[in-house]
């Protein structure tokens, strides 16, 4: 029979267990459920900390959440770090000029402003570093004027900041040019920079598949042929119908050929970038259609044609005896010299009846071969730039026919300069352009030009400077005055602003390694002038 005592204590026992049990879970319930109310608290904390009120239509990018309200009262500042990452986003955000470094060669980053007469190869002890064509700045307004000694010349700086680096320092502004409109250099692909050697029929050929390429915005024709059978071509880049209009020749000397190379690249480029490029809030395509650009890219084909592949480039081999005849009369004159940049070239001394070669510093006698690539003349030797009807009867030059220098037999006498007074009359030009090298100059007015157009060229230059950073030389006061050049006749016959614009350091033909800075410089000054006139 079972005892009712023990049974009793054990149903109590149970009891008990039950309700510890039910105790300890509500224990953990309530302790799970403060748990989670704290961690709402403070996450409710944090956002209400990162939340700004934006004005209806601001972006939230503009606003400063420096000044942003909390519910919390305790939450007012962000704490070190967010307010250095602050700080470095709106330095970031502070408004820059891009530049782009475009010396010949290289220029110097530097510790502290200050003159010096050779800024590119400079081993003064503030130089932080060499800076090479190409090299892209950020320039935040802050420059530096000083002068030499003598108080005749005068350098400007720039304090500026390398792109991509936390290099900054200061730079020579000469050799710093604007950037406007950015590019990408793997977009142009036809024209080939690979090497100097750009010959007539790569022009040809470049020109014939942009022209195909973008036909709405690019055109040429031929507008007349050189001594030995090549066409020279003229392009019009933008509407050929337009309100204005402004012309462009390059290469009426032979060795100078990068000078259709770089006219091919900005043809190339304008074409490329004709609906995104812009130019103060600009599109190339507005401004091109307002002014057309046209443009002879090789004037003097035949020339350049010589000074690149010599006697085996011409077509009419007639011609072979008339430039053996030139070397022989040249050969004694031409000297292996230091120029005033301490450059080696081929210097002429024909205006100098006592000049001997046996007895001067270097009696080398010039070979046909080097002879030729100095050839700046037609295929007939005479140099098409002292051949036009501007003081042509005045002009004392060579008496012979030469790799340059002879200004022919009678003004306007050769194909090709016919071809350029033809085809400067086509329009009611606004201005014109030549293209040589070198010097790094601009060249403007000439003897016997009007007050008015003297200071219509000036305006032209001075355009022409702001930009691509070059020095107007004014040609009406005895530097260079031999007359019979395009830009000459230009002024004298047409009463047009014309600036003859020299590229490049070194002695002609030109290294490639030159290309690059000369590009950074004119590649924007189309459509700064162009903006000039819209």
């Not at 009262?73 to 250095?84: F, N, W």
């Not at 002890?125 to 005749?152: F, M, N």
């Not at 040809?204 to 973008?214: F, R, T």
Request: aromatic letters at 12%; a negative charge; glycine letters at 6%.
């Amino acid at each position: 029979m079972p005892d009712n005592g023990s049974g009793s204590d054990k149903s109590q026992k149970i009891l008990i267990y039950i309700l510890i049990g039910v105790a300890a879970v509500c224990l953990l319930a309530a302790l799970v459920a403060v748990g989670l109310r704290v961690c709402t608290i403070r996450q409710d904390r944090l956002d209400t900390a990162d939340v700004t009120e934006v004005p209806e239509g601001a972006d939230e990018d503009d606003v400063d959440t420096d000044d942003a309200v909390t519910d919390d009262a305790s939450i007012t500042e962000p704490d070190q770090a967010e307010e250095e990452e602050t700080e470095e986003e709106e330095e970031e955000e502070e408004e820059y000029t891009s530049l782009a470094c475009a010396p010949a060669e290289s220029m110097t980053l530097r510790s502290s402003y200050g003159f010096d007469d050779n800024d590119e190869e400079d081993d003064r002890s503030d130089v932080i570093r060499a800076i090479y064509p190409g090299t892209y700045l950020k320039w935040y307004g802050v420059s530096e004027t000083v002068s030499d000694e003598s108080g005749d010349k005068e350098e400007s700086y720039y304090y500026v900041k390398v792109a991509d680096t936390d290099e900054e320092g200061y730079v020579a502004a000469k050799y710093c040019v604007e950037v406007t409109c950015p590019y990408d250099e793997s977009d142009l692909n036809t024209v080939s920079i690979d090497n100097a050697l750009y010959t007539y029929d790569d022009m040809v050929e470049d020109l014939k598949k942009l022209a195909s390429d973008y036909p709405d915005r690019l055109s040429y024709e031929v507008i007349g042929k050189s001594v030995d059978g090549r066409d020279i071509y003229a392009v019009t880049l933008g509407n050929p119908d337009a309100e204005g209009h402004v012309m462009g020749q390059a290469t009426i000397h032979g060795r100078e050929y990068m000078n259709t190379q770089l006219m091919m690249r900005l043809i190339e480029y304008y074409c490329y970038y004709y609906d995104d490029g812009t130019y103060s809030d600009v599109t190339y395509r507005d401004l091109f259609e307002k002014t057309a650009f046209h443009i002879v890219p090789m004037a003097n084909p035949d020339g350049v044609t010589i000074s690149q592949f010599g006697v085996d480039g011409l077509n009419d081999t007639s011609l072979i005896q008339g430039l053996m005849d030139s070397y022989d009369m040249d050969k004694p004159n031409l000297c292996y010299e230091q120029n005033s940049n301490g450059d080696y070239n081929w210097a002429d001394h024909y205006k100098e009846p006592d000049f001997d070669l046996e007895t001067s510093d270097n009696p080398t006698e010039i070979t046909f071969e080097e002879y030729l690539t100095q050839w700046k003349a037609n295929a007939h030797g005479v140099d098409l730039n002292n051949n036009f009807d501007a003081g042509w009867d005045g002009i004392e030059l060579k008496t012979w026919r030469s790799y340059g220098s002879f200004k022919g037999d009678s003004a306007v006498s050769e194909p090709e300069t016919q071809a350029l007074v033809d085809y400067a009359g086509r329009y009611d030009y606004l201005c014109f352009m030549s293209y040589h090298s070198m010097g790094q100059l601009i060249y403007y007015d000439v003897n016997g030009n009007t007050a008015e157009n003297s200071a219509r060229s000036l305006e032209l230059a001075e355009t022409f400077e702001d930009h691509i950073k070059y020095k107007p030389v004014n040609t009406n006061k005895g530097y260079n005055v031999n007359l019979g050049g395009f830009g000459d006749w230009i002024q004298l016959s047409l009463n047009k602003p014309s600036v003859t614009i020299e590229s490049g350091k070194k002695p002609c033909p030109l290294d490639i390694s030159e290309f690059t800075a000369i590009w950074l410089r004119h590649r924007e000054s189309w459509a700064m002038l162009a903006h000039k006139f819209y």
